[in-house]
């Protein structure tokens, strides 16, 4: 158990929709990451806070968005969705900013989109 | 732009036999490098990663990895597989500085056979 947690761990809509996904890092963990893993485009980075502020941009779309609360916890929104957004979509969390601090990650939730 | 390639998609080894998954990276200086394995279901966990000095480095569950600059690479190595080492192993590049996030390789499925 890495101390990263996800909900719901499994979500299925319809296209067009907006799904929100959740994440809490480990305590004391000050970055979050998002990643997509699909079967076309393997694990992309998507987007990285740190203590609420964005950090760093990966391959987002602009349909995605995502945001850092005070209490730390993540959430990840997902609208307009299409079909190819189905993936498994991961939180990560690290304690400091720099890409070399180890990244541990949640289970994932898995968005199927029909 | 940073890279990673993992040439082998799916490995076959037989339960007690060595093991070598292979990595090569593309970066302009020495970056960063990581291996995370996946387990059906779950979530990546790092196994070992290199940042500078002694290019042998060991990791957890018997595992260990050679950074050779030269040929771009970075290999994992286990002398003696066990049936649950099965899984997806991802070898990752990040640069030693800058907000530019970790590059994942498409991964090496691990099957093992007894």
């Known amino acids: 158990d890495s101390g990263v947690t996800q909900t719901p761990k499994h979500l299925i809509t319809a296209t067009g929709q907006r799904v929100t996904l959740r994440c809490s890092p480990r305590?004391?963990?000050?970055?979050v990451y998002w990643y997509q893993q699909s079967l076309d485009q393997g694990l992309q980075f998507l987007i990285q806070y740190y203590n609420g502020e964005e950090r760093a941009k990966g391959n987002i779309l602009e349909r995605f968005s995502a945001q850092q609360f005070p209490d730390l916890h993540s959430e990840l929104n997902l609208s307009s969705l299409e079909l190819g957004d189905s993936a498994l979509y991961f939180c990560?969390?690290?304690?400091?900013?720099?890409?070399?601090?180890?990244?541990?990650f949640g289970p994932g939730t898995r968005l199927t989109v029909l | 732009a940073q890279s990673v390639t993992q040439p082998d998609i799916h490995i076959t080894v037989s339960e007690g036999a060595s093991l070598e998954l292979r990595c090569n990276y593309s970066?302009?200086?020495?970056?960063?490098l990581f291996w995370y394995v996946q387990s059906p279901g779950q979530g990546l966990q790092l196994l070992l990663k290199?940042?500078?000095?002694?290019?042998l480095v060991q990791g957890i569950k018997g595992f260990e990895a050679e950074f050779k600059r030269s040929q771009s690479s970075f290999n994992l190595r286990k002398p003696s597989v066990h049936w649950s080492d099965a899984a997806e192993y991802f070898c990752a590049v990040g640069p030693p500085f800058g907000n530019e996030k970790l590059t994942f390789g498409t991964g090496t499925r691990l099957t093992i056979i007894p």
């Open positions: 970066y302009g200086a020495t970056p960063y």
């Open positions: 990560a969390s690290s304690g400091g900013a720099a890409s070399t601090d180890t990244q541990y």
């Open positions: 290199y940042f500078s000095g002694d290019t």
């Open positions: 305590s004391g963990d000050l970055s």
